[in-house]
């Protein structure tokens, strides 16, 4: 019955898919979205049952769904492991992709392909559910490439825009780069244990050398840069922000871009026999949330604001992750799951109010117009920003106040660093949107109006989320959510984590909330109070304000290292198949002259065989003939005794 | 004499395609134009009977005509394969040559004419009756490639991989006269023994060896004995382009590993290396190129180089000197495995672009797939599948054919060529999906016109079901096919 229970959780948005899939043009649309959510639905009571089942008896349950065998030494099944880290992910996967879900039949409503976004969206929930819920790397890895997937086919669902279909690419493209590295590791995995099996690779983790650990945990960390957009791999995140707003919520800020984080909190195991790993994964992402928190500062784009804040608050997750603080990675996961889906659908919420408008220097003063969205979009400014007591503060605070206490003060200090950032453009947006002098352009500014229920209640549920949604951490390092992760997430480097006196991190709370309330301050006097102050500003360092801008020109640098030279190099070989230099030929000709009897032989097989096309290629036409008799066919021929050439060298020179 | 019962029992498959082959020849010119589907029906069942009578001696090995042949399981496997490719490719032909307006009788002759080649070259224990196999099976696709008489890139093509093709079989012949001269045999088993006593210095012996190295070179298509396969996939007609791409190409694997690893074997201290820089130019040359393809003919041969590179990674594992034989043969079975996934997954791609061409579209430019989505929602879902899984994308066939590819590359202790494969895997996305996002991405230009449903015919799908269902099911339920290569291996000495 529970095992039963367990496989119903990815089968229910299965089979929404499949019908969905191949019958959603037969029936309307209301019979399309009442199965993607209802789906859904079902897989969030399941998980809650699954949930409360693990909650009373505390025991880690594998199921097997079937024997997925390779043969040979490698036995692979289709597995789930449910543990209390499954559990977290399960509940926030399906909680937040529900309440998603039931946003987009508002949102998307009278778009076109609607049936084939539920489609999308529930085989993102499939892809998805496999990824947190196998117990062996290959699950996870199927997982992994299916969310990839969906996110790429999400990201350009607006396909009359090149730019998403550009955007969609590239995600596609730096993710696959990500993947090389996780693959190796399964590789690596594979040859030090035999086995892709978490239970016994986790157990027998200690046997492994701190080399070959830490080669592991590298190539790990790879993939898990790809998928979380971390530095250097994070480009395509803002990006993707082509895609719909649910799919901005629900991918690309609730739950794919956290894979990275549960991977490696998964694999904390292997982490913690690599400290030069740990390290590594401590400063991307110390780097990546002040980093992007940065560029935040200056866009435009009310959804690319929030997608350097992703990015940043997943550098937070990694740096918590890197000082083995991986409960409190999971529990910012959870956290920001909850305040930056809100953030998203809420600013979903004022796109669909302004007739698709994104650009907030056309907003301002809509808090009268659009209350609702307003109230909502505070909220979740409140609790990223890490306002007490919402969500925000609690499990961000946690992350700070555990580097602070073990010793961690250059990554501390970029925490806080990044935390005041994080305050300051949050309402710099808060402001600039909804705040001071309407800029909304005049045809937009007849037709605002507040979303229709079935956006607004979801967005009710996740405001309320966001501000009681750190009580569970509460105290911090002690509190409910700890004693239930901690059974999986406690690891050599966290052992050492209950030693901090309890003054301190009274103390680092305020620190927080000083800082929190600074970033506010700021964007309050320059956004509100002095409005024309912050152009000021922006003038007296133009060059620091463009870099910012134009996000340090990554992109740019990216296109210019290695897109542009692998595409040059392509069609540079590609001419060369094509019409092989002249120059070429007559090398390759004088080194065969030089080959005596050997090249005799081969010039008469050339002639022989040129004898065979005048005889054969009687029926050609002219044009056919030209081509013939620029000596391509020569030409290539001439190549393959190259390469012979090439092979005989290499041989003798062995 | 008395006729060699024994022996022609033996090569019962090679005689029904055989004389099939020449039945079509014969049949057709009694036959009314509009009942030549009946050739293909009758092509079709025959590789039925064979695939019945290659399953029930799957176990056995049994040589015949004193050792020229033999018929080892290893040879049945590939003979399986490549039964299910022609079927396939006789099935596509018979919706895609109407659209082509190529109403030839001797066509289904010809494929299996090649076919028949093939055979031969996959269980031939002798050099010479290899060179034989190879001959019939390249001599039919040469005229098979210009089959679309009206059409100067066709004609174009049959001539360019006549002349290189004839010139490469001269190397492989020259490298065959060689090797009978050392050894004053063709037998792969006097060639082993002559190897063993001549020792790895012997000049003429590697020398005949490179040369054995660049004939099956060209045969599979790997730098730098590629170039031609862009031109000739490109203007060949795309029925038989898939047949080249995955057919010819599983054959020559099939004949070159035997060559290299029974008759040289001793000798692969010395090919190994070859391989490895072969291997290694291969899938950079193929993965890089196919960037900047605008059709996708030339996009998917550029492809098919590639994976000759991913299988190659195979081949060098089991030419590994220091492995033991177990590492060795899961290379082998690796290459064989891979081989059979890229069989499904490339010609249900070729099959897709001759589908399209019979939707009346031009077809063959990666631009007229703009909007397939829209226009021709399943065909688009069934590239997709496709393209995802070339690309090695689980749960499809092609990321199992990979993982197993790059398992035995890893567990042979070559690491760091799993990763360069990993990263060009990483590149060839980048192509693949490109494909998807034109035809999901992308409005259908209006003059185009809405096609709601797939014109198609029954054997058409049939052949994309097919594909379909091997890309799928090979990637959700590997095991049995897996328990086949690796009980089909060849025995390493």
Redesign the interface.
């Known amino acids: 019955m529970y095992d039963l229970l367990v496989i119903l959780i990815p089968v229910f948005p299965l089979l929404a898919v499949l019908i969905n899939g191949l019958a959603g043009h037969r029936y309307s649309h209301h019979v399309a979205y009442r199965l993607a959510c209802g789906s859904v639905g079902l897989s969030f009571l399941c998980s809650v049952a699954v949930f409360a089942t693990t909650l009373r008896t505390g025991i880690t349950r594998e199921v097997v769904a079937y024997t997925w065998i390779f043969g040979g030494d490698l036995v692979v099944n289709l597995a789930f492991l449910i543990d209390p880290l499954t559990c977290v992910m399960l509940l926030v996967v399906t909680g937040v992709g529900l309440l998603i879900h039931l946003y987009s039949i508002g949102y998307m409503h009278g778009e076109e392909g609607f049936t084939r976004f539920f489609t999308y969206m529930n085989l993102f929930m499939v892809s998805m559910l496999l990824l947190v819920m196998g117990n062996n790397y290959l699950v996870l890895f199927i997982g992994w490439e299916g969310v990839g997937l969906c996110s790429y086919l999400l990201i350009g669902y607006y396909y009359d825009r090149v730019s998403a279909a550009k955007a969609a690419t590239k995600a596609f493209v730096m993710n696959r780069i990500g993947d090389a590295g996780f693959l190796l590791a399964i590789f690596l995995v594979f040859v030090n244990f035999g086995t892709l099996d978490y239970t016994e690779v986790f157990a027998r983790a200690g046997e492994l050398s701190t080399a070959t650990a830490t080669a592991i945990a590298l190539c790990l960390l790879i993939g898990a840069v790809g998928k979380s957009a971390q530095v250097p791999l994070y480009t395509w995140l803002p990006d993707a922000m082509e895609g719909p707003t649910p799919v901005s919520a629900l991918i690309h800020a609730a739950t794919m871009v956290t894979a990275g984080v549960y991977m490696i909190v998964r694999n904390h195991a292997i982490f913690d026999m690599a400290p030069v790993a740990m390290t590594t994964v401590a400063w991307v992402g110390g780097i990546t949330a002040l980093f992007a928190a940065t560029i935040g500062l200056v866009q435009n784009d009310i959804k690319r604001v929030l997608a350097y804040s992703t990015v940043s608050q997943l550098g937070y997750m990694f740096l918590a992750c890197g000082i083995g603080a991986y409960t409190a990675a999971i529990f910012h996961l959870m956290t920001h799951a909850f305040f930056k889906a809100l953030l998203f659908l809420a600013a979903g919420s004022v796109i669909h109010a302004l007739s698709g408008e994104q650009d907030i220097r056309k907003m301002g003063g809509l808090k009268a117009r659009i209350p609702m969205t307003h109230a909502l979009f505070l909220v979740g400014t409140l609790a990223i920003a890490g306002i007490f007591p919402l969500a925000g503060f609690w499990s961000k605070d946690e992350i700070m106040a555990h580097a602070f206490t073990h010793g961690h003060y250059a990554l501390y200090a970029m925490a806080v660093l990044g935390a005041l950032l994080t305050s300051f453009y949050m309402f710099r947006l808060t402001y600039l949107t909804f705040y001071g002098q309407s800029r909304v352009e005049p045809h937009v500014a007849g037709h605002i109006h507040e979303s229709p229920g079935i956006m607004i209640k979801p967005l009710l549920v996740l405001a309320v989320l966001s501000v009681i949604g750190g009580f569970p951490g509460v105290p911090p390092e002690e509190g409910w959510f700890h004693h239930f992760l901690d059974p999986v997430t406690v690891g050599v480097l966290s052992g050492a984590a209950h030693q901090g006196a309890t003054h301190p991190i009274v103390l680092l709370m305020v620190v927080a909330t000083v800082i929190a309330l600074a970033g506010w301050g700021l964007a309050h006097f320059l956004y509100s109070a002095r409005p024309e102050a912050a152009s000021q500003w922006a003038a007296r360092a133009p060059a620091a304000y463009r870099t910012l801008f134009n996000k340090y020109y990554i992109d740019e640098a990216y296109d210019a290292a290695f897109v542009e030279p692998a595409k040059r190099v392509g069609r540079i070989w590609d001419w060369f198949d094509r019409t092989v230099i002249d120059g070429l030929v007559r090398g390759v000709g004088g080194m065969t002259q030089g080959g005596s009897a050997l090249s005799t032989w081969m010039e008469k097989y050339i002639i022989y065989g040129s004898i065979n096309v005048l005889g054969y290629a009687n029926h050609l036409t002219a044009r056919s003939w030209r081509r013939l008799q620029t000596g391509m066919v020569h030409h290539y021929a001439a190549i393959i005794v190259a390469g012979l050439f090439i092979l005989l060298h290499l041989i003798l020179l062995w | 004499m008395t006729l060699p019962l024994g022996d022609l029992v033996a090569i019962i498959p090679e005689l029904i395609v055989a004389t099939v082959a020449c039945l079509v020849l014969v049949l057709d010119p009694i036959t009314p134009p509009s009942r030549t589907h009946w050739l293909a029906w009758l092509s079709v069942a025959s590789l039925v009977a064979c695939f019945g009578i290659t399953v029930s001696r799957m176990d056995a090995t049994v040589t015949a005509f004193s050792d020229l042949m033999i018929l080892d399981p290893y040879a049945g496997y590939w003979k399986l394969l490549l039964y299910v490719v022609t079927a396939l490719t006789i099935l596509l032909s018979l919706a895609y040559l109407r659209v082509e307006r190529i109403h030839l009788g001797e066509y289904y002759g010809l494929i299996l004419l090649s076919l028949a080649g093939m055979m031969i070259m996959v269980s031939a224990a002798d050099l010479l009756v290899i060179y034989l196999g190879t001959e019939l099976m390249s001599l039919s696709l040469y005229v098979l490639a210009g089959f679309k ?1 009206f059409e ?2 066709s ?2 093509a049959s ?2 991989y ?3 093709g ?3 079989s ?2 492989l012949l ?1 490298g065959i006269s060689l090797l009978f001269g050392v050894a004053g045999s063709t037998r792969l088993s006097a060639i082993a023994a002559a190897v063993g006593t001549h020792g790895l210095d012997d000049p003429a012996l ?2 005949a060896m ?2 054995l ?2 004939g099956f ?2 045969k599979i298509a790997v ?3 590629h ?2 396969t ?1 031109d000739v996939y490109e203007g060949s007609p795309t029925s038989v382009t898939a047949f080249m791409a995955v057919a010819s190409k599983a054959a020559s694997f099939a004949a070159f590993l035997r060559v290299f690893l029974e008759g040289l074997g001793g000798l692969r201290e ?1 090919w190994y ?2 391989f490895l ?1 072969i291997c290694v130019a291969t899938l950079i ?1 193929g993965n ?6 605008t059709n996708i003919k030339r996009m998917l041969a550029y492809s098919s180089i590639a994976h000759a590179g991913y299988a190659l990674i195979g081949v060098v594992v089991a030419g590994q000197a220091a492995a033991d034989n177990e590492t060795r043969a ?1 290379g082998l079975s690796s290459v064989m495995l891979y081989l059979a996934m890229y069989a499904f997954m490339t010609f249900g791609a070729f099959a897709v672009v001759a589908l399209l061409r019979k939707g009346g579209l031009e077809g063959e430019e990666i631009e007229d797939f703009t ?1 397939l989505a829209k226009r021709q929602p399943l065909a688009a879902l069934l590239m997709l599948v496709f393209m ?1 899984s070339l690309a090695g ?3 499809t066939a092609g ?1 199992i054919g990979k ?2 590819v ?2 035995a590359a ?2 042979a202790g070559l ?1 760091w060529l ?2 360069v494969a ?2 060009l ?3 060839s ?2 192509y693949y ?2 494909v ?2 034109v035809m ?4 259908p230009d209006p003059s185009a016109g809405l096609v709601s449903r797939l014109t198609t015919s029954p054997a058409l799908t049939l052949v994309l079901a097919s594909a379909f269902a091997g890309v799928i099911l090979l990637g ?4 049995p096919l ?2 086949i290569t ?1 009980s089909a291996v060849l025995p390493f000495k």
Not at chain 2, 288 to 293: C, P
């Open positions: 008489r100067v890139r004609l174009e001539a360019k006549f002349v290189l004839s010139f490469s001269g190397i020259y590697l020398f490179i040369l190295v660049v070179g060209f730098v730098p004995f170039m031609w862009p010395k290396a070859l820089v040359l890089v190129v196919a960037i900047v393809q899961l909007g995802v994308i689980p749960p990321f993982l197993y790059f398992m890893v567990n690491t799993a990763v990993v990263l895997t990483a590149v996305a980048y999906l490109r998807v996002m999901y991405m992308r409005e959700l339920f590997p095991d897996v328990s690796t």
